[in-house]
């Protein structure tokens, strides 16, 4: 199972660069054998540029999840914490092998309307 994910182009470029090896969500999948992430540009890009496999999903409390991650988390401390800010527990997906696309697509592609608000479930 594949899942469409969201995510904010200076984010997305950051995990096919090598430089942002975890995801951070705070709700996760519900469907177990989620295996790869697709990974939808939001706007201004509007694309779907890669996907990557799911090397694992941590689950932790907040402060735990940082701590593991922080070195390559992509992201600054101060928008770790604003982003998850209300929240007792937090969720890192690890980015396993990635693929970046030469040609990016549109949802179209996949005949999708409109971009998920988070993430949306693909048929293989």
């Given at each position: 199972m594949n899942v469409l994910l969201s995510i904010k182009p200076e984010f997305a470029?950051?995990?096919?660069a090598g430089t942002k090896k975890f995801e951070f969500r705070?709700?996760?999948?519900r469907c177990q054998d989620v295996r790869k992430i697709?990974?939808?540009?939001?706007?201004?890009?509007q694309r779907v540029i890669g996907e990557f496999e799911i090397e694992e999903i941590?689950?932790?409390?907040?402060?735990?999840?940082?701590?593991?991650t922080s070195q390559?988390?992509?992201?600054?401390?101060?928008?770790?914490d604003t982003y998850f800010q209300d929240k007792d527990e937090a969720y890192a997906i690890k980015v396993?092998?990635?693929?970046?696309?030469n040609t990016p697509k549109l949802l179209a592609d996949y005949n999708i309307k409109y971009a998920p608000q988070s993430f949306?479930?693909?048929s293989n």
């Open positions: 470029y950051k995990i096919f705070k709700t996760i999948f697709v990974v939808y540009a939001s706007s201004p890009v941590l689950n932790d409390e907040i402060e735990i999840i940082w701590e593991k390559f988390s992509g992201i600054s401390r101060q928008f770790f396993g092998k990635v693929r970046k696309y949306m479930y693909l």
